[in-house]
């Protein structure tokens, strides 16, 4: 799906109308805990911000690092949801890393050929639509 100028403008206003819950202060603090790890995946993967690489492992994992990040199956064999066979070329056990660098491949560059180094991770827009796309539209 393409980012369109009226789908980022229904992103803003969806933003824009999102009330804070108790459970965003569960989330948070579960996401900064991880924050020094999602920093090193991001930089190691065309600098995606800390923040994204944390959003999803809260979505696909509750922040277990036990998980592969593509869909939280457990790290000691490949992935038998969608995407099953994960990760390729390797065998398990893996590492968190290993599986945050192969989903965010396959997520950012295999599935939607994005160019990373001129996406705007500042512009809610493109967030959204990305976090979006990441679990299917």
């Known amino acids: 799906m393409k980012l369109t100028t009226q789908l980022s403008d229904e992103y803003e206003e969806l933003w824009k109308s ?5 459970n965003v202060s569960w989330y ?3 996401m900064f805990k991880g924050e020094d790890t999602y920093r090193a995946i991001g930089k190691k993967f065309h600098n995606v911000p800390w923040w994204v ?3 999803i492992h809260g979505l696909e ?3 277990n690092f036990n998980q592969h990040l593509h869909n ?5 064999s490949k992935t038998w949801r969608v995407p099953s066979g994960r990760i390729p070329n390797k065998n398990a056990p893996y590492s968190f890393e290993e599986s945050a660098l192969d989903a965010l491949h396959l997520n950012l560059v295999e ?3 994005m160019h990373l ?3 705007d991770w500042n512009d809610a ?3 959204f639509w990305f976090f979006e796309g990441y679990n299917g539209w």
Not at 18 to 22: L, Q, S
Not at 72 to 76: E, I, P, R, V
């Open 117 to 119: 180094d001129v996406f």
């Open 53 to 55: 690489v944390g959003c």
């Open 111 to 113: 599935k939607r050929k």
């Open 125 to 127: 827009g493109n967030v």
């Open 28 to 30: 948070s603090r579960r």
């Open 61 to 63: 994992c509750s922040f």
């Open 72 to 76: 939280g199956d457990s790290l000691k």
């Open 18 to 22: 999102c009330k804070i819950t108790k």
